[in-house]
């Protein structure tokens, strides 16, 4: 092979070389966009498929939250047991709330308030001096709860109510805290502050013009009493709305005290319905009245005993007959049993006695069992374990003793005390539940006739029927009393401004004109 020839036999196979290796790059480029565009496609698919797992499960988890609602509908194997993880995390996750926002204002100063009387008393009085914060532009510290009281309660407002639920459900009309800040903590730990008792029955213009000007001087007033220090009537018509907001709405008992209530409740329920007998019959109530109507000599020398051990209890020397007859007396278990008999109400119905120890025992409430068999109380519904968080500690005992009497089918207090007002006022709240304000005075009047032979058992009870007919809790307008403020009907019994059925009604009730 010449020279040339082998040249160019060289150079085609070079050309075949080149030729060969670019087709093979090309290729291979080829092969390598391919593989590149599948694991491309198959991380998208795997990215949506993860993406999608995590919206479901968040799904699943706020599904815990709402309600069974969300999920309504979808098919019966999405079930916690099908995700043991996603349940715990449900589990673990707190309930929100949408908070309400805070409301703005130039803080005047500080109000402390130490209210006094027992649990009922109490509430109304915290919703009078969140509406009296509200309106000066203050801050308002929790309350302080009595303890020096005939009860001596050593509860705090913590033990009794839901604080958290308590600032944060008003923190729209008032800011709350649970202490005063550590700029003025000293000043009021050294007592460098301004207490007083606030006027009784007093208007928002007392508030504004007289103690604001106590409060911007001083940084910190504390009242001192705080018991019927809002007036009932002639006051506008938001801070009649906010006074029941805090009562129907902010003052939440403990979830404690609202587990046993429910529970209470349940118990009662399954064995059909029951009716709540709020019987004042304990022994500081008689002691303090001086009612000893149906007492022997004994029980009437200790009950004068007790009334005189407390200075505070200024009326002493009473006589128990006259008072009976003007109706300011409880009615004793056995004037109770022959009212309920006389009013229609079923013998074996259930009666839940919401009251403290009913003073004589048993010995007195026979009267009561004799008729009525289905009497029950707390202890004899609940161990003695259950309620053990709670012994001693009264103001407990009645928030339990509260939350059973709204729900009952019917509520008779035996005298119309401040339980008997804001249950009452509660529950007209609730839809008008029925309530029987009993008229004592008419009643003992009656009930001595019918004793001494002088009414036969169907007059005696037609009468006690026709004067109760519209003191049933219906929709009425409050009686109002200017110069008597004592004497008029309390706010929180019927708070009617807050009433939307009262609104809708033609106001033509027949509880209007009594």
């Known amino acids: 092979m010449c020279k040339a020839e082998k040249c160019l036999y060289h150079r085609k196979l070079l050309e075949m070389k080149v030729k060969y290796l670019g087709e093979t790059k090309i290729d291979k480029f080829k092969i390598s966009l391919v593989f590149r565009s599948r694991m491309s496609l198959w991380m998208i698919r795997v990215m949506t498929i993860l993406l999608i797992w995590s919206c479901f499960v968040h799904l699943v988890a706020l599904g815990g939250m709402w309600g069974p609602r969300l999920l309504k509908g979808w098919p019966c194997w999405l079930s916690r047991h099908e995700f043991p993880m996603a349940a715990q995390e449900m589990a673990s996750l707190p309930m929100k709330i949408a908070l309400p926002p805070k409301r703005i204002y130039h803080n005047n100063g500080y109000l402390m308030v130490s209210c006094n009387g027992g649990l009922n008393q109490m509430r109304a009085a915290i919703c009078d001096m969140v509406t009296i914060a509200r309106y000066m532009n203050v ?47 000293r000043r009021v730990e050294l007592g460098v502050y301004h207490t007083m008792p606030p006027v009784s029955w007093s208007n ?97 020398e200790e009950l004068t005993r007790m009334r005189y051990a407390y200075p505070w209890w200024k009326e002493k020397i009473i006589n128990s007959e006259l008072k009976r007859k ?73 928030a339990l003793d509260y939350l059973i009497s709204l729900e009952s089918d019917i509520f008779v207090p035996t005298y119309y005390g401040n339980m008997a007002k804001v249950v009452e006022g509660h529950r007209r709240f609730l ?84």
């Open 139 to 185: 801050t308002l510290i929790v309350p302080e709860l009595d303890k020096a009281s005939f009860w001596n309660d050593p509860s705090e407002f913590k033990d009794i109510f839901d604080v958290d639920h308590f600032i944060t459900s008003l923190r729209d009309e008032v800011r709350i805290l649970k202490e005063v800040p550590p700029r003025l903590r």
């Open 204 to 300: 928002m213009s007392y508030y504004q013009d007289q103690i604001l000007p106590l409060v911007k001087k001083h940084k910190v007033l504390q009242l001192n009493k705080t018991d019927t220090r809002l007036a009932n009537n002639e006051l506008p018509v938001e801070v009649q709305k906010l006074r029941c907001r805090v009562n129907f709405n902010a003052l939440r008992f403990t979830p404690k005290i609202e587990e046993l209530g429910r529970r209470v409740v349940k118990i009662l329920r399954e064995k059909g319905p029951f009716l709540v007998l709020h019987l004042r019959y304990e022994m500081d109530m008689l002691a303090f009245s001086g009612c000893s109507h149906g007492c022997n000599r004994y029980e009437e």
């Open 326 to 398: 003007e109706g300011l007396c409880p009615l004793t278990p056995e004037e109770t049993a022959l009212t309920l008999s006389a009013l229609g109400i079923d013998r074996n119905v259930q009666i839940y006695i919401a009251a403290g120890e009913i003073y004589g025992g048993k010995r007195r409430l026979k009267a009561l069992t004799d008729v009525f068999p289905n009497v029950v109380r707390k202890e004899t519904l609940l161990d003695s374990s259950d309620l053990s968080f709670c012994k001693n500690r009264s103001s407990q005992m009645a």
């Open 431 to 514: 839809g008008f539940k029925k309530t029987i304000e009993l008229k004592r005075k008419f009643l003992v009047d009656l009930i001595d006739e019918y004793y001494e032979g002088l009414l036969s058992w169907e007059v005696f009870s037609t009468r006690v029927k026709a004067s109760h007919g519209t003191r049933m809790g219906g929709p009425k307008k409050r009686l109002v009393i200017p110069s008597k403020p004592k004497e008029e009907d309390y706010f929180y019994a019927n708070p009617y401004e807050c009433l939307q059925l009262l609104r809708e009604s033609s106001g033509n009730s027949p509880e209007e004109t009594m």
